[in-house]
Nanobody
């Protein structure tokens, strides 16, 4: 069993930055692929970023160059540093864990999810 708790969301002006954190409980965290997804009202959940056990990461084109995902296996945590935020980044952001397999852009490939943290970017 893996439990995920996100934090760090909030209200920020366009062009600002935020850092999201995801604390994970459970064993073997370091072997899990971790992902960040987001969901805006009325829209489907979409991939943001993923990171493998070795630290290799992949990003959605919409956030590439602005967002950076990292992990600290000693702390059982992953982070999403977001720069140059835009109003279209407004969404609930979710942390997810995939027990087996490489980084995936498909929500169904992930086994565990956090409750989400809201990010609102004002124009």
């Amino acid at each position: 069993q893996v439990q995920l708790v996100e934090s760090g969301g909030g209200l920020v002006q366009a062009g600002g930055s935020l850092r999201l954190s995801c604390a994970a409980s459970g064993r073997a965290f370091s072997s899990h692929t971790m992902g960040w997804f987001r969901q805006a009202p009325g829209k489907e959940r979409e991939f943001v970023a993923a990171i493998g056990w070795s630290g290799g990461s992949t990003y959605a084109d919409s956030v590439k160059g602005r967002f950076t995902m990292s992990r600290d296996n000693a702390k059982n945590a992953v982070y999403l540093q977001m720069y140059s935020l835009k109003p279209e980044d407004t969404a609930a952001y979710y942390c997810a864990a995939r027990l087996l397999g490489l980084g995936s852009r498909t929500p169904l490939d992930y086994n565990y999810w956090g409750q989400g943290t809201q990010v609102t970017v004002s124009s």
